[in-house]
């Protein structure tokens, strides 16, 4: 997920508001009334509905402007705002879940008794009833997302904010073993503060939950997928299992590769140092790039020398109809770098869309640009965090944020965040209450599809590498940079909710929620902290934007499953022939007929029945993952023989 890549999550919008919801085998229970009737009889149940479609579509456009606010001008002005349309929309959401529950499902008709249930399973942060318990929660929720877009690693004066920090740890060459540590921990501590905040938080979701009929907030938010919540447990392991040999194999490789740059310092226990893998929580290993390259040179794909070569002569155009650099002064050089790295971020954007437009896709709305956040701006904090916004019902006013840099690793960010622009464009004809994905995971794979399409071939079609030579080593290679974004990622994508669902839950108890963190990271990824365990006065879960910002996450680790799903139909679809990997679906027109087909869908149907009309079956299953990465994972297994994989979770 490049972060997940980056992934991702969606801005406070319909499509947070309404998630999707499970089958009539779930917490379906209704009070007793007459079909399409409360109990009181005071409004049928059509009616209801109706009435729910029509307050969502009249209140988005406040609800997403003040979020947007909140996230791209942080301040106390900006959080009162937010957390005053937070709770005037958690206020009317609690209405509509406690007279939904008092309709008989019965007699029904398909569509009514589908929004009636994704009603009462629709709340990522359920709240509570009493107004007082309501405001402190909402209170909490925009105060942890400010502190979060506001951190900032300070040493003294010195003070760096996420991407700086990235930046020092993605440089797995040029930064020194310690100058990664000291930047890891420095991230991590801007959590500690948000501690005792996020236990309040959970005290009051799950007194929000109780209320709406559950046990706890994470059985809110497994009760979405269409099944009982205890069979979506034993789904996500099944699918883990699929999948956890190609991983523990990429561990072991990476690991010996570490202790051969640092000695015994490269390995905790048979586990990876979390500071050393290029990424601030270990989701993504593509820092590791040039100590994992199978083969050195072979297929090279440079595609961050390209972009950046881009940008170079944006600015050198610039500064030339400028009159050249020396009649310049020092604030009009910092506009007219600021002017390229827009320009870059447009182009960036555009090359991105160009891939959904050549599929047959509308192009996007022409406010996006006008509108969209593409670059960090340098009066003001903001939540750098990609994601993607549909500000209105009719997804007229669609939006991206980002802060853009011209790097690989962005721009296929770019292609993700606009798998969900266009799965709202796709869906916008849908009553609001149906206005998100078939499940919470489809939206995130929407994205990641068309990543998997961005071969070597296709990059060069573009112009961002030459034709690349095919070889038997630069397939290896290849895929090896696949893997270190998709296969590393995971288990991390597992473990976040294995994490709060237990803080939910109470098996997770307080005076333990860092010790726990840390026993899942060595159980799912066999990773550790370098220098001993951490204590109970961090909080580095909250490190990770998903924690403060309450985004569910098991919807990135189907993402990852449901993205090669859809990758192989489609390249079925399109005609393709020989292996997986080489697939490439773009400018397909009908590969892109039948996405756009199943986009459409949103969550009016339940998600196996979606899932079906694409690929062919109602299951989720990890084998396209398996089959793509084929050649992979019997060349980790030869560079693994002799050595000694596996790590001891239990001494994290």
Request: glycine fraction near 8%; charge should be negative; aromatic fraction near 10%.
């Amino acid at each position: 997920m490049k972060s997940q890549r980056a992934l991702l999550a969606l801005a406070i919008s319909t499509s947070l508001l309404f998630a999707a919801g499970c089958s009539k085998t779930d917490t379906d229970a209704s009070a007793p009334g007459q079909a399409g009737s409360t109990a009181a009889g005071t409004e049928d149940a059509d009616a209801f509905v109706a009435r729910v479609n029509k307050t969502v579509k009249d209140m988005t456009p406040e609800m997403t402007s003040a979020a947007w606010l909140g996230a791209t001008y942080i301040s106390d002005d900006s959080q009162r705002l937010e957390a005053a349309a937070n709770e005037r929309w958690l206020t009317k959401n609690n209405e509509f879940v406690e007279q939904a529950k008092t309709y008989d499902p019965e007699g029904l008709t398909p569509a009514t008794a589908r929004a009636l249930h994704l009603l009462k399973v629709s709340a990522s942060m359920p709240a509570p009833r009493d107004p007082a318990q309501l405001k402190e929660l909402t209170d909490i929720a925009s105060r942890l997302g400010a502190t979060y877009g506001a951190g900032k690693w300070c040493v003294g004066d010195d003070c760096k904010d996420i991407g700086q920090v990235s930046e020092i740890l993605a440089d797995t060459e040029g930064s020194s073993y310690d100058e990664m540590k000291a930047a890891w921990e420095g991230w991590h501590t801007i959590a500690q503060p948000m501690r005792k905040d996020y236990q309040r938080f959970v005290e009051l979701t799950n007194e929000g939950a109780r209320e709406m009929g559950f046990a706890n907030t994470g059985d809110v938010w497994r009760a979405g997928y269409d099944m009982p919540a205890d069979e979506f447990k034993a789904e996500a392991d099944r699918l883990w299992g699929q999948v956890q040999p190609l991983y523990e194999q990429l561990q072991c490789y990476t690991r010996e590769k570490l202790v051969s740059k640092y000695g015994e310092q490269g390995s905790v226990d048979g586990m990876i140092p979390a500071h050393l893998t290029g990424n601030l929580w270990q989701q993504d290993w593509g820092g590791l790039w040039p100590l994992l390259e199978p083969y050195q040179g072979v297929g090279s794909l440079d595609i961050n020398s390209a972009l950046q070569k881009q940008r170079d002569a944006i600015l050198a155009d610039l500064v030339a109809e400028a009159g050249g650099m020396g009649k310049l002064t020092a604030s009009q050089q910092v506009e007219l770098e600021r002017k390229a790295d827009h320009e870059m971020a447009s182009r960036m954007t555009k090359l991105a869309e160009s891939f959904y437009t050549g599929l047959g896709m509308p192009a996007l709305p022409e406010s996006f640009y006008a509108k969209s956040m593409l670059t960090q701006p340098r009066d003001r904090d903001v939540v750098c965090h990609a994601s993607a916004w549909q500000m209105n019902s009719d997804a007229s006013d669609v939006r991206m944020k980002m802060c853009i840099k011209p790097t690989e690793e962005e721009l296929t960010t770019i292609y993700h965040e606009l798998g969900h622009i266009y799965y709202y464009l796709a869906y916008k004809d849908q009553p609001p209450v149906f206005q998100t994905g078939a499940h919470d995971g489809f939206h995130e794979a929407i994205g990641d599809t068309i990543v998997l399409s961005m071969t070597p071939d296709y990059l060069a079609s573009i112009g961002l590498v030459d034709k690349p030579a095919v070889s038997e080593e630069a397939v290896i290679n290849s895929q090896m940079r696949m893997a270190l974004a998709k296969v590393a990622f995971l288990p991390f994508g597992l473990m976040i909710d294995q994490w709060r669902w237990g803080v939910f839950d109470g098996s997770i108890a307080p005076d333990r929620y860092n010790a726990a963190w840390w026993e899942l990271k060595a159980k799912y990824q066999g990773v550790a902290p370098a220098g001993g365990p951490r204590g109970e006065e961090f909080f580095d879960a909250g490190a990770k934007y998903h924690v403060p910002g309450n985004t569910p996450y098991t919807r990135y680790f189907l993402s990852h499953i449901l993205q090669f799903q859809f990758y192989k139909s489609l390249c079925d679809a399109s005609g393709h022939t020989g292996p997986l990997y080489t697939c490439s679906f773009a400018n397909n027109p009908e590969a892109g007929k039948r996405y756009w087909a199943m986009m459409q869908r949103g969550a009016s149907q339940p998600w196996q029945q979606t899932l079906k009309e694409l690929t062919g079956g109602e299951q989720m299953d990890a084998s396209a993952v398996l089959e793509y990465f084929a050649p992979l994972q019997t060349w980790l297994k030869e560079q693994n023989e002799g050595k000694t994989c596996g790590w001891d979770a239990a001494k994290s």
